[in-house]
């Protein structure tokens, strides 16, 4: 057997080396064996940055997460019904699980989950480049288990499921895909897209929260625009709504969002709803989208149909902040990407680099000490003095005190 144990040392040197092997000896001295799985085995291989360490125990990996909090200082987070226990101490975190057996009862639910050994955890996994497992108890340590070709898939560079269900088992296994092949620059294996390609109206079966957390999970990929695409070509974008496009306009969109720095889930979402077809009721139900990612959506819509009013050379600066301040900022944004008139560009971005800042030089206060009433009076002469800078009327605090005084002989 092939022992990955210097690759391990080099790649996890110092805190998170000791951690693991603080967390394999505590096993051991119970007679458990514990394994790095998943991801961090597919990213040690590949020499990628490794973010999570998965580590599975065969046997109760609560009641050791819960031992190791006790005597070695470990923060713990748990689990019950998974079997599951995140371990934090200073800058590490480990993720224990217990080693499971799945079974699924109808496609798109969760699966029902009992104890298993090792071989069963793997077995229920989606592709096999994540399904690979490296032993870390003393004993055995740098141990490789591969029982279904995840070395010579990422030789290959292919995902790959395991079973000809596998994406009607768990639907969203077909995101997970399009995210690894993307990112990693690897492709379908040709009967496992055959297969996606079979399956791809079973997403109607996942829940919106579900159906969320996927499409949230592309947008925060890198390149995210990659993914889309080819979720666009294989048919998955309009089996999560029917209005959904990957396509070069999109693609250019990002692509401008990360070099201007404006790129964030929101904004990605609010472009990918953009088009009109995309009627966005239905996709905030379909997703059941947070309060407040619904509203970046509505307003980057009535925005989208209110851009027309910004394209007019006559429309003064004042007008132009009196329409946009009723919009979140995410969908001023959206549509200063999607737009393509010159003028509108302008518009929106004076708006978000500077009339959105613009303040009279007078205070509430100074206000009152000038005989203006307070509150609602207050207000006004407030608005109304933004109003004169952002249209360039007034500039001095005189010309501020001349306006006030006017707006005073007329009140
Ligand atoms: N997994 C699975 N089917 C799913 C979700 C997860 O088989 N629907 C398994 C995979 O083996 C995966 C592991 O659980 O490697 C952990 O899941 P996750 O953290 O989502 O994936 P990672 O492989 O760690 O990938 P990422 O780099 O995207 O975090």
């Not at 393509?340 to 206000?367: I, M, N």
């Not at 000038?370 to 109304?384: A, D, N, S």
């Not at 007034?394 to 005084?405: D, F, I, K, P, Y």
Request: proline share 3%; with cysteine; charged share 30%.
């Amino acid at each position: 057997m092939t022992s990955l144990s210097s690759l391990i040392e080099k790649q996890f040197a110092g805190e998170r080396l000791g951690a693991i092997r603080e967390v394999a000896e505590r096993a051991a001295g119970q007679g458990l064996r514990v394994y790095l799985v998943g991801g961090v085995v597919r990213d040690l291989l590949l020499g990628r940055q490794i973010v999570d360490i998965d580590i599975v125990v065969e046997g109760d990996a609560l009641a050791l997460a819960r031992a190791l909090a006790e005597t070695k200082g470990w923060q713990i987070t748990g689990h019950q019904r998974f079997g599951t226990a995140k371990l934090r101490r200073d800058g590490t975190t480990l993720d224990l699980a217990t080693a499971r057996l799945e079974t699924y009862s109808k496609p798109g639910t969760l699966p029902d989950v009992r104890p298993g050994a090792i071989a069963d955890d793997l077995r229920r996994r989606d592709f096999t480049i994540n399904t690979m497992a490296i032993e870390v108890t003393p004993t055995h340590f740098g141990d490789i288990i591969d029982t279904h070709g995840g070395q010579a898939d990422l030789r290959q560079k292919l995902v790959r499921i395991l079973h000809p269900q596998s994406f009607i088992d768990d639907p969203t296994r077909i995101f997970r895909a399009i995210r690894y092949e993307q990112r990693l620059g690897f492709r379908l294996e040709a009967e496992t897209e055959k297969l996606l390609r079979r399956d791809v109206s079973w997403l109607g079966q996942v829940s919106g929260d579900r159906l969320r957390h996927e499409l949230e999970l592309v947008l925060k990929e890198e390149a995210p625009e990659t993914a889309l695409r080819r979720a666009g070509d294989l048919g998955v974008l309009r089996e999560v709504h029917p209005g959904l496009a990957g396509n070069g306009w999109l693609t250019e969109r990002f692509e401008s969002a990360r070099r201007n720095g404006s790129a964030s889930t929101g904004l990605y979402l609010a472009l990918l709803a953009y088009p009109p077809q995309a009627d966005v009721e239905s996709l905030i139900a379909r997703l059941r989208l947070r309060r407040e990612v619904a509203r970046v959506l509505r307003d980057t819509q009535a925005l989208r149909r209110d851009l027309q009013g910004l394209a007019h050379p006559e429309m003064r600066p004042s007008a132009a902040y009196a329409l946009l301040q009723r919009y979140s900022m995410i969908a001023v944004r959206a549509c200063l990407l999607a737009s393509d008139d010159c003028l509108v560009k302008e518009r929106l971005t004076k708006y978000l680099d500077e009339w959105r800042y613009v303040k009279s030089l007078l205070t509430g206060d100074a206000l009152g000490k000038l005989g203006v009433p307070k509150g609602e009076g207050v207000g006004q002469v407030l608005e109304e003095l933004r109003r004169a800078r952002l249209d360039g009327e007034v500039e001095t605090v005189e010309q501020e005190m001349a306006l006030v005084r006017k707006w005073l002989e007329t009140h």
